[in-house]
């Protein structure tokens, strides 16, 4: 399996975007936080934050006895340079070479 592979499995997931998310609205979160507002067993949470350290988008850091989970963005940016940019880059120049084109007139 590709890095590519693991983060789109990762963010196929409803429950794994979500704790994502909240990662982004506040980074450096323990397990017991992360699973306070999730309706699943500390288990469950456990497992999606496997996937998610697997894939690279969560990485954890050991503070005394909690361990505290980060947002890494960087794999979501890959994935946006290499699927997402490039498609609608030709949309764009598209709709720039159109506004030109109109603004120039007859």
Do not use: C
Not at 27 to 54: A, I, N
Not at 63 to 84: A, C, M, Q, T, Y
Not at 91 to 97: E, G, H, Q
């Amino acid at each position: 399996m590709t890095d590519d592979d693991r983060v789109f499995k990762a963010l196929a997931d409803q429950t794994r975007r979500r704790l994502l998310d909240r990662l982004f609205a506040r980074d450096g979160q323990t397990l017991t936080e992360l699973e306070s507002e999730l309706e699943m067993t500390r288990f469950g949470v456990m497992k999606h934050l496997r996937v998610l350290e697997e894939a690279g988008l969560v990485v954890t850091r050991r503070s005394g006895r909690e361990k505290l989970h980060f947002l890494n963005p960087v794999p979501i940016r890959l994935i946006h340079d290499r699927w997402i940019d490039k498609y609608t880059e030709r949309r764009v120049s598209a709709l720039v070479d159109l506004k030109n084109e109109l603004e120039q007139g007859p």
